[in-house]
């Protein structure tokens, strides 16, 4: 991937909004990549039905966009309705976007949220053939054991402190602040092209 293109990346937590972008990354995945995902076969019909109950309130999803194009996800949802100190991650980057960096970036923004929040244990699940995301999890000092054909990578983290939560609200603020741009941008740029010189 050309240095020029990964300087064009952003990256933001997920909105309501987001939904047709979440929807369009996730079956613009190859069949080998929805399974390693998924730890399944899954078809459009299942994509689109998991999309649209995924972006909810008690989840974090971090995008790594390319413009409105979302080229890569990391997940973050709690394990069960009460609070327990543990959630689930799982991520999922376009073919043509892996091995540069993308992963590793929303890995590292994942698991602040997740030291901000309070859990301190988390879970990611994929297939035992699945050698890259199984490294990224080791890049983190995750503990991988094995079950059956699947591998679940449990990663401890840290706790809170004044600098992850002050660099997290940065973050969102500055994510909020270029959102409002590009709206302004969107919205002028039609009514500049219906301007016509006299």
């Known amino acids: 991937m050309p240095r020029a293109s990964l300087d064009r990346l952003s990256y933001r937590k997920l909105q309501m909004t987001d939904h047709d972008a ?9 069949a080998e990549s929805r399974r390693s995902r998924f730890g399944m076969a899954t078809s459009d019909a299942f994509i689109r039905q998991y999309a649209s109950r995924c972006i909810t309130l008690n989840a974090i999803i971090h995008g790594a966009f390319l413009g409105d194009t ?3 996800v990391a997940e973050l949802r709690p394990i069960g309705d009460f609070f327990v100190g543990e959630a689930e991650l799982a991520f999922s980057v376009s073919s043509e976007w892996r091995n540069c ?13 997740a030291r901000n929040r309070g859990f301190s244990r988390l879970y990611m699940t994929c297939l ?7 490294g990224l999890a080791r ?6 054991m094995l079950e059956l054909d699947e591998s ?24 909020l602040t270029n959102l409002a741009f590009d709206f302004q941008k969107r919205a002028f740029l ?4 219906q301007v016509r010189p006299g």
Do not use: C, Q, W, Y
């Not at 890049?139 to 991988?144: R, T």
């Not at 039609?190 to 092209?193: A, G, K, L, N, W």
């Open 22 to 30: 979440f929807e369009a990354h996730l079956l613009s995945l190859d």
């Open 70 to 72: 979302l080229v890569g």
């Open 101 to 113: 960096g993308i992963g590793t970036n929303l890995f590292a923004r994942a698991l602040r949220s």
């Open 128 to 134: 035992k053939n699945n050698a890259p995301m199984r």
């Open 139 to 144: 890049k983190f000092a995750a503990e991988i």
């Open 152 to 175: 679940v990578a449990l990663v401890e983290a840290p706790r809170r402190t004044i600098v992850s939560l002050l660099r997290e609200a940065i973050d969102d603020a500055a994510a």
């Open 190 to 193: 039609p009514r500049r092209s």
